[in-house]
């Protein structure tokens, strides 16, 4: 049901059907309230690092209906989206999809999008970290989309992304690492804090890249 769907909302949302390519169906299950839950598994298990600024929408979604077996009606579902992928599918069940709908039978009737914010527990354990930083330096660094990283058992906290899965990031001291994904000693460390930095970056991404290169 859920490729279906995304069959169906193609048009309205390309970069959700572009995302999907890039995901497996890992498992579903119930909840208490008759929503239906999905979790997915990457394909490629650097594409999430390297795409979550692109795929960071987070969403409710009515207008999409599916056909009642048994009444021949068509029944709203009620989508939420997170990141361009379903992660919830809310309609009424009586026994299962499967049983009580035909999953293959569905239509777009005025569809409605109703943005959501989704807290990013990550960014509060960064906000700790850069505590002693003006906010005009943070202004600078891309906060709000930090992901923690772990590499072997230290943790990482991104503040720049540096494209194709490689990013600028402090430690949990507030040393400045770059990481790099392929390479053979994957975090390194570049500034002693992020005042340091600052003295050679001023919002120019160019200027680091000679730290990639380390």
């Not at 039978?105 to 005025?110: C, E, K, P, V």
């Not at 850069?130 to 990283?149: A, G, R, V």
């Given at each position: 049901?859920?490729e279906?769907?995304?069959?169906?909302?193609?048009?309205?949302?390309?970069?959700?059907?572009?995302?999907?390519?890039?995901w497996t169906?890992?498992?579903?299950g119930q909840?208490?309230?008759?929503?239906?839950?999905?979790?997915?598994?990457?394909?490629?298990?650097?594409?999430?690092?390297?795409?979550?600024?692109?795929?960071k929408?987070?969403f409710?979604?009515?207008?999409?209906?599916?056909?009642?077996?048994?009444?021949?009606?068509?029944?709203?579902?009620?989508?939420?989206?997170?990141?361009?992928?379903i992660?919830?599918?809310?309609?009424?069940?009586?026994?299962?999809?499967?049983?009580?709908?035909?999953?293959?039978?569905?239509?777009?009737?005025n569809?409605?999008?109703?943005?959501?914010?989704?807290?990013?527990?990550?960014?509060?354990?960064?906000?700790?970290?850069?505590?002693?930083?003006?906010?005009?330096?943070?202004?600078?660094?891309?906060?709000?989309?930090?992901?923690?990283?772990?590499?072997?058992?230290?943790?990482?906290?991104?503040?720049?992304?540096?494209e194709?899965?490689?990013?600028?990031?402090?430690?949990?001291?507030?040393?400045?690492?770059?990481?790099?994904?392929?390479?053979?000693?994957?975090?390194?460390?570049?500034?002693?804090?992020?005042?340091?930095?600052?003295?050679?970056?001023?919002?120019?991404?160019?200027?680091?890249?000679?730290?990639?290169?380390?």
């Amino acid at each position: 049901m859920e490729e279906n769907i995304v069959l169906l909302l193609a048009n309205a949302f390309p970069e959700m059907a572009e995302n999907y390519l890039h995901w497996t169906f890992s498992t579903a299950g119930q909840l208490a309230d008759k929503t239906i839950y999905i979790l997915h598994q990457s394909t490629d298990n650097l594409y999430y690092e390297r795409n979550r600024t692109k795929h960071k929408q987070h969403f409710f979604l009515t207008g999409v209906e599916v056909l009642d077996k048994h009444t021949g009606t068509y029944i709203p579902i009620k989508l939420t989206v997170s990141n361009n992928l379903i992660q919830n599918i809310s309609l009424p069940l009586n026994k299962t999809l499967r049983s009580d709908y035909e999953l293959s039978h569905l239509r777009i009737n005025n569809l409605h999008k109703e943005d959501f914010i989704l807290k990013n527990t990550d960014e509060i354990k960064l906000k700790t970290i850069l505590s002693n930083i003006s906010d005009e330096q943070k202004n600078l660094l891309e906060t709000e989309n930090t992901i923690e990283i772990e590499l072997d058992e230290k943790y990482y906290y991104t503040i720049i992304d540096m494209e194709d899965g490689n990013y600028i990031a402090v430690n949990k001291r507030g040393n400045v690492f770059r990481l790099i994904h392929d390479h053979e000693e994957p975090a390194k460390k570049i500034f002693q804090n992020v005042q340091k930095l600052m003295e050679v970056y001023a919002g120019d991404k160019y200027e680091l890249q000679k730290y990639l290169e380390q």
